[in-house]
């Protein structure tokens, strides 16, 4: 793992009110990250602004969850990727299963999310991922391939950060096995490479502090993209260290 490329990024989803942010910032104090690992956290929208500045403080990168790809208007409950960009993010994730699955989100949708958090200067973390009997039925690389394609026509040097999360293990307790990880992302890195991106490749689905070492030391992992165990300070602050 080359280590100026290496992101532990927390995802809190739709959790975290005020109280417990301020409560998980207090217990970072006593849990510095390691100099070459970047750490960032994706709290929900309404904690952005009052948690930019602090994490900064403590060198902690802030992203969002998702954005809209119109710049302003009339669309209500969406937020533009310039209302991120002045809450103090440099991420935002897009094209999470929950947004696939949940709301609908095509790969076409994702594409044009990532065009407009380009335009703000904001650095997308793309998401990808199977379903599970997409694994069992041998497709896995036939739909990772699919949801890569939008890169085709993207600048070589857009910032961009791939996650692969395999949908059976978000939030399931249930992770890709170190092998799988391993054929998995050598073969993002091979289609990435075919499409011209030479982007970091997260791993993400069901990451805690006793699995996070083994996964982290996977040929082709470049960090992990961690849900539930990215809300409590300590755990999210152990696999950090696992990643170091
Ligand atoms: C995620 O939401 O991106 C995720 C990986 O969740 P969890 O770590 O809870 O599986």
């Known amino acids: 793992m080359s280590s100026n490329r290496c992101l532990i990024a927390g995802n809190w989803k739709m959790n975290g009110i005020l109280e417990e942010a301020l409560e998980f910032l207090s217990e970072l104090e006593a849990n510095p990250a390691p100099e070459h690992v970047e750490v960032a956290l994706m709290p929900p929208f309404t904690l952005l602004h009052s948690l930019s500045k602090p994490l900064d403080e ?58 407009a958090a380009w335009s703000a200067g904001l650095e997308p973390i793309l998401c990808i991922g199977e379903h599970l009997e997409e694994r069992e039925s041998g497709r896995t690389n036939e739909v990772l391939k699919s949801q890569l394609a939008i890169l085709a026509d993207v600048d070589a040097d857009a910032a961009l950060t791939i996650a692969y999360e395999p949908v059976w293990a978000i939030g ?13 992302h050598a073969f993002i890195h091979q289609e990435l490479q075919r499409l011209g991106h030479d982007c970091r490749v997260l791993y993400g689905g069901s990451v805690n502090p006793g699995n996070a070492e083994a996964l982290m030391r996977c040929p082709g992992v470049e960090g992990a993209l961690v849900g539930g165990a990215s809300l409590k300070a300590d755990s999210f602050m152990q696999i950090v260290k696992a990643a170091a």
């Open 172 to 184: 399931t307790g249930r992770t890709a096995s170190p092998e799988q990880v391993t054929e998995t």
């Open 58 to 115: 403590k060198g902690v990168r802030l992203g969002a969850q998702n954005v809209y790809y119109e710049p302003k208007g009339a669309f209500t409950g969406s937020t533009s990727p310039m209302m991120l960009r002045d809450a103090g993010c440099h991420y935002v994730i897009l094209g999470h299963s929950e947004r696939r699955d949940i709301m609908g989100e095509t790969n076409a949708v994702v594409r044009h999310k990532m065009d």
